[in-house]
């Protein structure tokens, strides 16, 4: 599978968007990428996934460059409940094991 | 929707006995994964079944651990004999094959003393 970097940390102001970004410069034709997030003490959740275009839905955008070897998670309005860890992963079509890295721990701030 | 339900939230228990971990997955899902968390090694994928099968046990860390799921509605996760090492949270996630996002239980918090 493809890896993944992530910065280990970030800061956001609340009702600011939250810019999370995310390298996979090894991705191959046929990978998705998939986005994650892990609330304190709660199982992770799913937040969104793409393959080349831009998609959106009501938790979150994901924007993946042209190239496909980067992404960004845009929270566009973060409250201070979206703080958490955040993993971006990178897995082929029809893949069922989701590989997770470290992750970027996201605080919002009051 | 009550989501996927994992038992016991907790459970602390001596080394060398057996610990059984529990999940409800989510009706209407095919797909059932197990996944370990700790500090050091993160998450960890153990093992996953579509439609009651195992399909990939390569995660499971020793043959101290089995996992079953005798139907559609519950799995379980066994450790025998449990040792402080498998101090962890563990999670259960189910989801359709084929379709994209897992939805995964609170977990359950093992501590081996």
């Known amino acids: 599978d493809a890896k993944t970097t992530q910065p280990p940390s970030m800061d956001c102001a609340e009702g600011r968007a939250a810019n999370l970004p995310c390298n996979h410069s090894?991705?191959?034709?046929?990978?998705?990428v998939y986005w994650y997030r892990q609330i304190h003490s709660q199982g992770p959740q799913y937040i969104i996934h793409?393959?080349?275009n831009n998609e959106t839905n009501e938790m979150a955008s994901l924007i993946i460059t042209e190239d496909r070897k980067s992404s960004t998670l845009i929270l566009p309005h973060a409250t201070l409940r979206d703080t958490a860890v955040y993993y971006c992963?990178?897995?082929?079509?029809?893949?069922?094991?989701?590989?997770f890295g470290q992750g970027t721990r996201l605080t919002i701030n009051p | 929707d009550a989501g996927v339900i994992q038992s016991p939230r907790h459970e602390v228990t001596e080394m060398g006995q057996e610990v059984t971990l529990r999940c409800k997955p989510i009706?209407?899902?095919?797909?059932l994964f197990w996944y370990r968390q700790t500090m050091m090694r993160g998450l960890e994928l153990l093992i996953y079944?579509?439609?009651?099968?195992?399909?990939?046990d390569s995660g499971m860390p020793e043959d101290r651990f089995s996992a079953k799921m005798p139907n559609a509605s519950f799995s379980t996760l066994k450790i025998q004999p449990s040792e402080p090492r498998d101090s962890a949270v563990y999670f259960c996630?189910?989801?359709?094959?084929?379709?994209?996002?897992?939805?995964f239980g609170s977990g359950t918090r093992l501590t081996v003393v």
């Open positions: 996630a189910s989801g359709i094959r084929g379709r994209f996002g897992y939805t």
């Open positions: 090894t991705i191959s034709g046929n990978e998705y």
């Open positions: 793409g393959l080349k």
């Open positions: 992963i990178v897995s082929p079509q029809g893949a069922q094991k989701l590989v």
């Open positions: 009706s209407g899902h095919n797909s």
């Open positions: 079944f579509n439609n009651n099968v195992p399909i990939d």
